[in-house]
């Protein structure tokens, strides 16, 4: 779709020309995300402050046909926010204020452009928590959090971001406002629309406000890393741990790859590691009385010694347990750095993770590619990072291809499904048929006619091609 004239005097009437951008530079920082080496620059970026512009903008899009593709913070894996058919790259960046933080009712109204680290450590000084913690919480935004359905490390203990959105302010792509639900925590009152937002991944409506509930702040943890001399092992130590009667408020894997080349990256990151060990878990105990977390840790050591492991760490000072995190969280930054890669995102029932990690190496082995598996054991959450290293570009654009595929049936296969928190997008839309039946497939297709008859509003994005 090309931009007239015409239409950019119309995006100029709703915005002023300062918030308008068609020049190259522009359109390719906002073409891109942390997917893979893509770039989709739209022809033209542009940067509302309201719900008000943005509905004029998408009224106008619907008048002309135009593609029209929410941008947020551009930290997303899976392609969501790129503008892969051009027209109009919606950048929400001026909306980035916290509006109000509701220590009555624990609650907080925020706009979709607050990073998410930042709204963490604003609630957490009216003495709130809110607890999803996606690696990228330094840099990415609550907005991209919703769209995606994020989760983080404490999500075993404390959920995704959907358990704690509770109401929303959404442009729909025809350009009307509305709330979606109300700013209580229970509603039964027709359908839920709220949910049906939360992880749409920005195909059916532009989020402008967030309303979300918040816990009383939790004052102490212990962390411990865990080291394994199997891998296969380690996974088999997740379920243990829970079946012991624990939960933990973070269990992360790392295999051994990730943690090399993460300390490589970092050096300044010190954890000394035997060359035979072969992966570690990171577990975090927290809560608000510290005998009650002693016990919880010495009953999670009663587990894991009944496994093959090296002495197990525990983090005595803050620095220490900021750098085990950091070493966690720079997994994937530490990865892209050594070589082209392609980030899977599977999640199946925890005591089938062992099942999983061994099938992912499996089918590594048949087409000759490597892979760096990583991730939120304590949810099944396992990240695979499929390194290009030296395969060529005629490998790496067919035989990846089969083996993801084949990673994704094993997943379904043990009642997994394709993403845990990363989203479909672009990069994951053509599997879709592995998770869901045509039938499946075709409501989906229905509900995002329903939101978005022109289907105007992030084209190109979840449903399969030959659907």
Known sequence: MKITPEILQKLTNILGAEHIFTDIETRNRYGRDET???VFPPNVVVKPANAKEISAILKLA???MIPTTPIGARTGLSGGALSIYEGIGLSLERLNKILTIDEQNLQVIVEPAVITQVLREAVSEKGLFYPPDPSSQG???????VAENAGGARAVKYGVTKDYVINLEVVLPTGEIIWTGANTLKNSTGYNLTQLMVGSEGTLGVITKIVMKLLPKVNHNILMLVPFYNATEACEAV????RAGIVPSALEFMERDAIDWTLKYYPDISVPIKPEIQAHLLIEVDGNYPEILMQEAEKIMAVVEKFEIDEVLFADTEDQKNALWKMRRSVAEAVKSNSIYKEEDTVVPRYELPVLLKGI???GNKYGFKSVCYGHAGDGNLHVNIIKGTMSDEDWNTKVTKGIREIFELTVALKGTLSGEHGIGLV???YMDIAFSKVHLELMERIKFVFDPNNI???GKIFP???
């Not at 840099?139 to 959090?145: E, L, P, R, T, Y």
């Open 239 to 242: 379920s243990s741990v829970f």
């Open 139 to 145: 840099s990415c935004w609550i907005g991209g959090n």
């Open 457 to 459: 509003l992030n084209p």
């Open 465 to 467: 091609d030959n659907l």
């Open 36 to 38: 893979e080496d893509y």
């Open 62 to 64: 619907n008048d002309y």
């Open 361 to 363: 190496k499996d089918i």
């Open 428 to 430: 994951q839309k053509n």
